[in-house]
């Protein structure tokens, strides 16, 4: 009876220190899939600051386009922009307007 108990004994304990080393095997595996190989978690941590970065990019950049729309905007609907866009940049003078140019003399401001 004691021999039986004993054999049971060992043969519990082999199964245990198998599974044991199988499951540390596992362990050991999972922990080189999340710190090692490809698709690491410092690759998560890269692409999720990159996605931050990126973020804030779009942003950015949509107010700009929302400012560039609204000018747009303006373009369409009223001339009053468009003649002051073109006094600005083009130099238009109106019909009815008389252009002024004042030079100063170089000591003078």
Not at 42 to 61: C, G, M, P, T, Y
Not at 72 to 99: C, P, S
Request: glycine share 6%; aromatic share 12%.
């Amino acid at each position: 009876m004691l021999f039986m108990l004993a054999k049971r004994h060992l043969n519990t304990s082999a199964k245990l220190k198998s599974l044991l080393i199988f499951l540390l095997l596992i362990f050991g595996y999972l922990q080189y899939k999340l710190w090692i190989a490809e698709g690491k978690v410092q690759d998560l941590w890269f692409l999720e600051q990159r996605i931050a970065h990126l973020e804030k990019e779009n942003s950015v950049l949509n107010q700009r386009n929302n400012g560039l729309s609204a000018e747009v905007d303006n373009l369409k609907g009223g001339l009053e922009v468009v003649e002051l866009k073109a006094r600005q940049e083009l130099g238009w003078i109106g019909e009815d307007e008389t252009f002024f140019q004042f030079i100063y003399p170089d000591n003078e401001p």
